[in-house]
């Protein structure tokens, strides 16, 4: 039975709120705004919520069409929606989060004179993020892919008079490009061997032929993967996340964190059905997974900067992700992802709330004993940080430890690097902890000992305050609850979130992968562990996650002193974890610098200038010489002139009289 | 169905002045010229008419669409009556898929080029409005005309207007631009004109069917290698004038130095639509065996424009490179000869002409505030014209090829369809999406956002007036609209296709052969002689 | 007889003309012009042109060659000096002028049997003769002279007419 | 009896001297003589000419001759106009040097 | 008396002339001679009138077959007549009562054309030699006509002296010509020389004598390299003079040319075509190279002249009576569009010339914008864009050359026009560019009446052969017809 649930309406309403904020906004009083912006986060969240009421009832996969979008000969691309399990659960999250992070911006934003701007974009991101999730088809997809990276664009751009947030929005969109690249090249591959990039066509095309192994589905999937990796943020392409903490706070909660980076794994758990048919290019994805995610997980040892450490944590927690579907568990990576997103952006609206409260000081070196002065955003904080740090029973423990548990199935190595990472996760996640929540408040001795590091900082940090701090700072205050209420809201869903998947080995069901199983199950069913490696590997993990919170507590609690004398005695590593790697002089030596020379000195000099105009100037020249030449005959003398005639004459009568003529033209 | 009205399909045989419609679209504007000779130079009666008789002309245009029969293939509102007694020269004009929306475009633009002028010009106004007329009707004849001769005198027509605009109306090196304009298109011209010669020599008649048919059936023995001799003659006129990659050595200097009005119809759809026409439609084979080299050529030039756009300081130079990548886009479309690839050909002849008229637009109305096309002075605008800054954005992302904009239906469709004819090739363009975003972000971003500079803060901020929101909002909401409608414009577009002799499905013949992973070399088109394979080089 | 009158008057003429070349005053190439002509009216009449040598004693060496030394006395041109305007006469002009006459005579000679000789008293061209053909094939030509001797009237008078 | 050959090779003689003359003599008087020089030249090979066709077709031929009658009004003509250019030339530049008049050039 | 109307045109100029001169002889010294001109117009519209009443002639020959009257002849009377009047009209806004000789030009003008007109229609070979004489004595004398200015007598005397070196040649041939033939009737040389071809007894006169017609033709049409009086004559030459010279003269010796070429001579086609077709390479190539360089406005359309002389040639090449009706339609258009432009000229820089650079044309259409616009437009026909007169008559041409496998010559020929393009385009730029500092264009005069009325009629003659040139066409054809017989094809 098909049922119309107006899916086309779930992506157009925020869309209609973009339309008219962003028309209209500008004069509009505040409140209209905000309305408006809500309004469009909310009745998504409604519908989802309705559709989830009667999800039971429907036939899956649910494909409503609403007409053709591109059509050339034989192919054609239609706007069409499909709802499954896995969107469905997509659409939870995005709506879910993003109406709560909708509500915190309301209080987070309040002074900004951009406001409308703001949640016109907001509401932008939704739809187009909403677009992405919904799609039938690759290249509805592929509208959403892109319509989120213009989105983030415009959001981390949002204070456009800084050029580091200018900056920070064009790398973050051409970056986010050359991940399109790969996705559009794998589209047209689809295209050339399957004609169609309908979901239903395509896998089942695959599905129907057996045989089909490696060959251009590799290729297929290795394209989808760069894509991904655009995405989300892996290696190599995860330089532009760490920059897009240019942005708000809370767009760096919704966006790069909670929602738009995990488009890759969404996108990769969709095409799995391509993925299951090239084991080369699962293991790639589960490579970069796991190396994105100890990579990532390293430099936020060292970061100073309160959103950059979590900016890198978002990254390595991707890789998490990454690492579960390169093992084919599906499930468990959208699992972590959707934990991912309730512990992760909880912890962006967190520290902005703190950012907040500190009129804006995102140097957690000027932070500390936090604590008491701002108790909600501390607890809920804690939480976060708990279950970020896979402590049981939390949302992160739980996901986190399906991915290491199916990792272990599949590989020990891959398995014992994701550990190492859990422990390092946990290490400067309390680091975060401490030094903002523990010890003395540190805010003039920091200013006095980092100087170039403040003034970096303070160039970094939002303009609104950047205004403030130049008079007297606010005394450090709580946030409005229309900013907590949804850190509350999202801690108790870290909390809770994991009973969702609560695995067999703790006597759970393990629900959400079975939910999800009719989408992303494989053909090639996953060697069935024993509940009680399960349960070993549980205990393994908290340890390590146990041991990590203990390092943070001896070196930024017990022994504040420590961190700085390690730092020198461990100069060499310590100087490259804290300038990352130089991964983006690196790419800036290796890519862009060549390019721009290429372009400006070899092609726009020398070729454009040199051949090309150079050649027509040339070919004047010649001309006008000929010309001069031909001149020359007439030098005005009339006898020069009888002479010139004479001759000619002579030579016309010979060459007539000999008859030479006829020989001396082509015709 | 979202859409219904999409379907929509008028069966109309007895519909008014159906008969004679194109004739009127052609010559309005001539007729509005000659008024506009006499009209007072003072005030701005002048520009008020023009106005009047392009908007005419515009909507006298829309007639095409509404009543053409999509069904149907070759020519409609055919007018065919004889000219010149001998040589034998009808006046043959005629419309199918092809140049239907072309012509639509050239008319709709001729409103805006008005508009963006309306102020800018403020000398020699008759000159001006009397040649830009002139030159509306000369476009519009070079995609009606379906005699040779006819054409070929409409092609030339649109020359002069041009190089006399130029001339006059260029700030510092506007003779020098203009002659270097003319010579290049005029002296390849000349020796198309030598092949028009010869075919009627040979065929005793200018029509294009006719030609057509006689050339198919090879009833006018020509031998092989004179007939790739005349095709290239036609391709080397039309690819200047497009231009493609090494032919453009005229561009940048005329799109800097050109009134906006004319820079907007200097490039591309002139050169494309006659490719089309000419070289699919009269010499295919030659086509195919030419192929595989304007194929390089266009990657070369997709990447050549982006890299070196991506050098500029002024804008219109920028923007002239862009024009020039955009358009290899069109290029590649046309010689991988996939249905799709033509099409998307053909859509992104229209986006060009759309997105890059409505840049120049924009920076023309920067210029006329701040006196300079030199981006590194500018900075931080956003700010004070919020309005223009979005509509520039918004025009950015539709040439970079943001979903839902025209840009990226054009793209997509040629780079999908060409793809399966030369994966290696296509990939390489496709990294043309990278480049593209990063001049024009840069672009946006230095003109738009950061501190704004000391040129900026001098001057006082007044966003668009009416007269230039009128201008813009049609071109961006077109701009959606299509990227958004595509099949309304592609069902047209592709009647007009299916005329040429392709191997129609593309895709299906790949899906035939998909066992063996990727596309393998023998779905180059059909037989490549020898010269041709050895330009290649190594694109197999 | 008539061979050596064609070799004496042919004689002169030649002379006459080198002569023309080779003096420096006007006069005297106004003079040696005179001899040429009056010789080669002795020539006319060896081939029988009786009216057409008296023509050009009266016309030529007459009223013409009197023309130009009047003109030359009235601007009393002095002895011509060298000067050297002109490379081109002598590189290209003069081979010019070689093989113009070295054509000639090679194509004159080489079918001299297509002329035939002329023999003295035969075909004598009476005025009566001209005049016959004159007034009747060639009435229009001779019409449309007066137009011409018009021009040339008009022009002298409108040429050398004193500016004031 | 003389072949009329010798005739013609008397005009082509006469006819490249003047040709020769043109080119040598610096005074445009004189120059203008070696033109008349040439025109002789042709009115012998006329005369010839029409002597032999007399002799071809067995009876007088005076075409040639009155080509001849022509050739001489028309010099007397040009010799009217030329002289008179001439003196306008003397007038305007006081020179009757060819190589002097050439103002105008390239 | 019925041979009368076979020559009635050249009968009215005639009259009209001297009754011009009478005129003027009668006026006292001071009045103004500007009402001769119009005399002279009236005199030109009869002859006109005339050659067109003509057509209904039954075609034949008159005179004793001296003159025949025919659609070609018809077809160059009429060209003639029309440039007569335009030049008429020119000159009458050049001049300034003061101007000396003003009666005396305009008789002069009118005989010339009676000249030209004749040699049009001449059969005769000896009257075209006196026609020819007609025309060139007449035009030496107009251009020595500025008797002020060193350049004018200059210019007269050099084209005095190389024009008789080069009729001394064309006379030759014609004697070498009737040597072989021992007749001057075009008719009576064709029927001699088919004979003697069928005899297979063709004499080496008839070469050579060809080829000296030839360069004698070729020096009057300015046909490199035969051309190298042209650019001093006309830069030294009043522009009114230039104006009709640049074409009336040269239209008549083409018509003689066709006439020896294709009437008296077409059995040796093998000899004179390629002949032609180097003067038509040379002519195109050097006209278009030399004027690359000009400064001087008159100058540059000078060489611009041997470079259409040039293209005319080719039509000659064609050796088909397409090409004939080609070369005559191209005369037509060659000669509105030039006269036209030196209409423009001689007003912007009057009978003395005062200016003459083409950077002195540098923002007319400031001082003037309807003499820049026509101006621009007469460029633009010369350059060859189509709905012009020059682009029709080119493409008629290089069609013509093409249809008969002059594959080369087209190539070459089309190429040349592209190259021409750049230096006409050069004057336009010019005329459309701010004027530099005190130019002296700016101080132009308003057009008069008779200058205005001179360029419509060009400009209208040279729109309506672009746009609807059927009738001329047609005309031109007919004209070709009358070769049907003796041309190849």
Redesign the interface.
Known sequence: MTTDLHLWLIPLVPLAGFLVNGLLGRKAPKPVVTAVALIGALIPMLQVSAIVTKFSSLTLPHIENLGTWITAGSFHADFSFQLDQLTLVMLCVITGVGFLIHLYSVGYMAEEEGYWRFFAYMNLFLFFMLTLVLAENFLLMFVGWEGVGLASYLLIGFWFQRDSAANAGKKAFIVNRIGDFGFLLAMFLLIAHLGTLSFTRVFGQIGAHPAWQGGFLTAVALFLVLGATGKSAQIPLYVWLPDAMEGPTPVSALIHAATMVTAGVYMIARAHVIFDRSPFALSTVAIIGVATAFFAATIGLVQTDIKRVLAYSTISQLGYMFLACGVAAYSAGIFHLVTHAFFKALLFLAAGSVIHALSGEQDMRAMGGLRKKIPITFWTMTAAVLAISGAPPLAGFVSKDEILYQTFLTSKLLWSIGLLTAGLTSFYMFRLWYLTFFGESRAHTAAAHHEEDLAAVHARSDTKVVLETEHAAHPVHESPWVMLGPLVILAILSVIGGFMGWPEAFGGSNWFSRFLDPVVATGNAAPAGDSHLEFLLALVSIAVAFFGWLTAHILYYAKPALPARLATQLRVFYSLLKNKYWVDEIYGVLIVGPILFIARWVLGVLIDRGVIDGGTLTAGYTAQGFGALVARIQSGNIRSYAGWLAFFAALLLAVSYFGWTSHFYLR | MLFPWLQLQVPENDVPLTDHILTLITFVPTAGAIVVAFLPRKGRAIQAFTLLVTLATFVLSLHLPAHFNYAQRGFQFQENQPWIASPAIRYHLGVDGLSLWLIVLATFLGPIGVLVSWRAIDTHTKEFYFLFLLQQTAMIGVFAALDLFLYYGFWELSLVPMAILIAMFGPNRGRQAAIKFFLYTFIPSALFLVAILYLYAKAGTFDFAQLQTLLANGDLGIAPHVLSWLSLAFLVAFAVKVPVFPLHGWLSDVIQEAPVAMAMVVAGKLGLYSIFRFNLGLFPAQARAIAPLMIVLAVIGILYGALVALAQTDMKRLIAYSILGNLSFCILGIFCFAIAGLNGAVFQTLNEGLTGSALLVLVSFLYERYRTYDMSLYGGLAARLPMLATLFVVTSLALIGLPLFNGFVGEFLVLSGSFPVHPAWVAAATTGVILSASYMLWMVQRIFYGKQSSLVLNRPAFDLNFREHITLWPMAILMLTMGVLSPYWIKGIQSGILQFPIDVTQTTVVAQRHAHGFVSTHMLPAPTPADAQKLMGGVQ | MHLALFIIFAGLCVAGALNLLLQRHPINSALSLIVVMSSLAVLYLLLGAEFLAAAQVIVYSGAIMVLFTFVIMLLNAGKEERTHGSKLAYVAGFPGAAALLGLLTFIFLSHSSDYGNARLGEYLATTSDLSRVLFTDLLLPFEVTSVLILIAILGAVALARKEH | ??????????S??????????????????????????????????????????????H???????????????????????????????????NT??????????? | MNDALYILPEIALTFSGIIVMLADATMPKSADRKPLGWLAALGTLAALAASLWQYQLPPGTAYYGVVQTDAFSVFFHVLIAGILLASVLITLDAVTPETEGLGELFALMQFGAVGMMLMSSAVELLLVFVALEISSISTYIMAGYRRKSGKSPESALKYFLLGSFATAFFLYGIALIFGATGTTRISAIAAAVSHAVAGNHLSPLLTIGLAMVIIGLGFKVSAAPFHVWTPDVYEGAPSPVVALMSTGPKAAAFAVLLRIAYGALPQLHDHWVPILWWLAVLSMTIGNLGALRQRNIKRMLAYSSIAHAGYILVAFTALSSEGIAAASFYAVSYAAMNVGIFAIISHTGGYDDHITLIDDYRGLAYASPVLAASMAFFLISLIGIPFTGGFFGKFYVFSAALHSGMIWLTIIGLINSGIAAFYYLRVVAALYSEPTGPAPVLGVSRPSFPLLLAVFLTAAATLVLGIVPGNVLSAARAAAQIYASSSIR
Request: hydrophobic letters at 65%; aromatic letters at 12%; zero cysteines.
């Open positions: 009896m003389v072949p009329i050959a010798y005739y013609l090779v008397l082509a003689v006469l006819f490249s001297i003047g040709v020769a003359a043109f080119l040598i003599k610096r005074n445009i008087i004189t120059v203008f003589m070696s033109i008349e020089l040439m025109l002789n030249g042709v009115n012998l090979a006329f005369i010839a000419f029409s002597r032999q066709w007399s002799q071809v077709h009876q007088l031929q005076v075409n040639g001759q009155i080509f001849v009658f022509f050739v001489m009004v028309v010099a007397a003509a040009e010799a009217a106009v030329g002289l008179a250019i001439i003196i306008a030339v003397f007038r305007a530049r009757l040097n060819v190589d002097h008049v050439d103002l105008m050039k390239l």
